[in-house]
């Protein structure tokens, strides 16, 4: 199947690495031409990996998602470079882990502006470029958890189902522009983030890694963690003129782990 995404242009945030660092590169497999950003110097390191497995042209940019100027300049960068803007992924690190008791205020108001207000304000800086393409679309990462609470995250259990909630209205609201507007909600996906939450487990509850592996993987039908591979051949697909019909999906890739019906 033709994707269609040779040449379109594609910004994805929060991509030194995992989840976001597998969709640029697999958009750069497809052709796209990719802006990537995140805080630290990793992700110039990540732009020259892609370059030289793909070719593709990919700027990288560090910036802070939880900073307005910084998304502004983000946003404005991809398209001096490119000129243009096609398709935005937003993304960000998780929120700490912890139970309600555990966290301060001063936790819940930096997780509101990690996980919500950099996918507010980035979409609002894309929007007027994204108006202008011919195949535009955005794609939110957000989790399984919005399906189902994970144990010791509340901070993600809460704010994610706002970015949810934005997702689901912008499919709405800006469908008469043609921009699709669509979330993925992983579940567990072998990356960074993942080992650092298995070992907040281990040190809750005494248990191996092994043990707190097998732990996670039992619930899921399949039986194991996702690659960050796996995600992204589905963002791709749903970002693509492809999917061209399918718009306001929260589409789980957890290996059949959330267990409702709809
Ligand atoms: P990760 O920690 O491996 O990678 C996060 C990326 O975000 C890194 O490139 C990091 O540099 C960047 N980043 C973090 N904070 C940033 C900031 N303020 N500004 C700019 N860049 C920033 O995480 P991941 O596993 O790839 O997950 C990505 C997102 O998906 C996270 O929000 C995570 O909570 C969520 N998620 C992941 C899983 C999973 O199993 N991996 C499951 C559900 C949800």
């Not at 011919?134 to 957000?142: D, E, K």
């Not at 697909?237 to 959330?258: E, I, K, R, T, W």
Request: hydrophobic share 45%; aromatic share 4%; net charge negative.
């Amino acid at each position: 199947m033709d994707l269609q995404l040779q040449g379109k242009v594609v910004l994805v945030l929060a991509a030194s690495k995992g989840l976001g660092r597998a969709t640029a590169l697999q958009f750069a497999r497809e052709g796209a031409n990719v802006a990537i950003c995140a805080r630290s110097e990793l992700i110039e390191t990540t732009a020259t990996q892609i370059v030289a497995e793909t070719g593709a042209e990919v700027i990288s940019l560090r910036a802070d998602v939880t900073d307005c100027n910084d998304i502004d300049r983000v946003v404005q960068s991809t398209v001096d470079r490119f000129g243009g803007l096609d398709i935005l992924v937003t993304n960000s690190g998780g929120p700490p882990s912890g139970q309600f008791e555990e966290l301060p205020m001063a936790a819940w108001e930096s997780a509101v502006n990690l996980l919500l207000m950099s996918t507010v304000r980035s979409i609002q800086a894309a929007l007027p470029y994204l108006r202008q393409s011919t195949a535009p679309a955005i794609l939110t990462i957000t989790s399984s958890s919005t399906k189902q609470p994970i144990q010791n995250l509340i901070l993600s259990n809460s704010i994610r189902l706002a970015v949810v909630g934005l997702t689901k209205t912008l499919s709405q609201e800006l469908a008469s522009d043609r921009i699709r507007v669509n979330s993925i909600l992983p579940g567990w996906t072998y990356t960074q983030r993942v080992e650092e939450l298995i070992q907040s487990r281990m040190a809750k509850s005494g248990r191996s890694l092994d043990a707190e592996l097998a732990a996670a993987s039992a619930a899921i039908p399949l039986g194991r963690m996702g690659t960050p591979d796996e995600f992204a051949n589905v963002a791709v697909f749903l970002c693509s003129p492809a999917a061209a019909y399918v718009n306001g999906v929260m589409l789980q890739v957890d290996g059949g782990l959330h267990q409702g019906t709809l």
